[in-house]
């Protein structure tokens, strides 16, 4: 009797702590260093990120109704190749395929078996193929199947299995991007896009990554939900030294969402440095810098009273004309400060 109650408080435990796991490196679903130490499990949320392959090989010699102890989520923005013979997914399963991801099925037969309240989703910019015509549908019902037309699905696609029963339908993506832009300003940049038929739009998150695999959100827009053309900008404070690659996560009130399949790439450079001197200061300042950037003084209540490009070296500022007070020196994003006397 403990030794059953112990049974079912480890699977209640494992359901609720259900983990989510990111292949690391390209490699088999079965070998645990591709995900970094643990193998995927069946309540499990398994990521595959862009530039990364994961390999399973599902079942062998021709063999029937192979079983695969799937996942319960498996997200794909990089490529998941399924091999073996027709491949059984034994859990119930959410497969997204996302934008720049790719879902191949290399099995023999070309058939996929999903068992009740899965789905599998193809995503705009997102890509299913296979060797021959592939067949989704629900093994306890063979009648609910599909047959792709083509051996190349582009999405959106969405097949959803509940109980005996088995649907196959487009997916209902929350809007139309028609463009996403950046550019640099000072040291910020400032992204820019539009949208057309928003249908029960959300938000907008902007992420950014430095080498176009791991993303991070740095903003969040909300949607106008506006079936015409919306226009959006956000600007990021905090951009890095080096590539700033963004992406749009595009999401409708469903909780259904897109990555845009445009990816906007700015390049910072390292801040400049700059010295001033002396301070207090009478007549002349000086301002030693490493760029060629503009460069202005502020007084104290923000308001702009010199201005000029000043070259790398060492450069000479007249303020004999300044106010009394305190000053602030900006180029290229860095701040310092200075008094002016007039004794």
Not at 120 to 130: D, E, P, Q
């Amino acid at each position: 009797m403990r030794k059953l109650l112990l049974s079912l408080l480890l699977l209640c435990c494992h359901g609720a702590f259900a983990a989510t796991l990111t292949a690391v490196t390209n490699g088999n679903w079965t070998t645990a260093a591709t995900w970094g130490g643990t193998i995927p499990q069946a309540s499990d949320i398994a990521i595959i990120p862009a530039g990364i392959t994961v390999t399973h090989n599902v079942g062998i010699n021709g063999n029937m109704f192979n079983n695969w102890n799937n996942a319960g989520t498996i997200r794909v923005t990089g490529k998941l190749i399924l091999q073996g013979t027709e491949p059984v997914l034994t859990n119930p399963v959410a497969i997204e395929i996302l934008s720049g991801g790719e879902f191949r099925d290399e099995s023999q037969n070309g058939q996929i078996y999903l068992n009740p309240t899965s789905s599998f989703k193809v995503f705009t910019g997102g890509k299913l193929t296979s060797i021959i015509e592939t067949i989704i549908y629900n093994k306890t019902t063979p009648s609910a199947s599909y047959s792709f037309s083509t051996t190349t699905v582009n999405g959106p696609f969405n097949v959803s299995v509940s109980g005996s029963s088995t649907t196959f339908s487009t997916v209902v993506l929350p809007l139309t991007l028609v463009s996403f832009t950046g550019k640099k300003l000072n040291v910020n940049n400032v992204l820019s896009w539009q949208t057309q038929s928003e249908v029960n739009t959300d938000n907008f998150l902007i992420e950014r990554s430095t080498d176009g695999k791991d993303y991070q959100t740095v903003g969040k827009v909300a949607a106008k939900a506006s079936t015409g053309s919306n226009n959006y900008s956000f600007v990021d404070r905090s951009a890095l030294n080096g590539d700033n690659i963004y992406r749009l996560k595009m999401t409708d009130i469903d909780g259904a969402f897109t990555y845009s399949d445009i990816l906007v790439s700015l390049k910072r450079e390292a801040l400049s440095s700059i010295n001033v001197y002396p301070s207090p200061a009478k007549d002349v300042l000086f301002i030693n810098s490493d760029q060629n950037e503009v460069l202005t003084i502020y007084n104290l209540e923000g308001k702009s009273v010199f201005s000029k490009n000043l070259k790398a070296g060492t450069n000479s500022v007249d303020v004999s004309l300044f106010k009394d007070g305190v000053y602030f020196v900006e180029q290229a994003g860095q701040k310092k400060s200075f008094i002016k006397t007039s004794k």
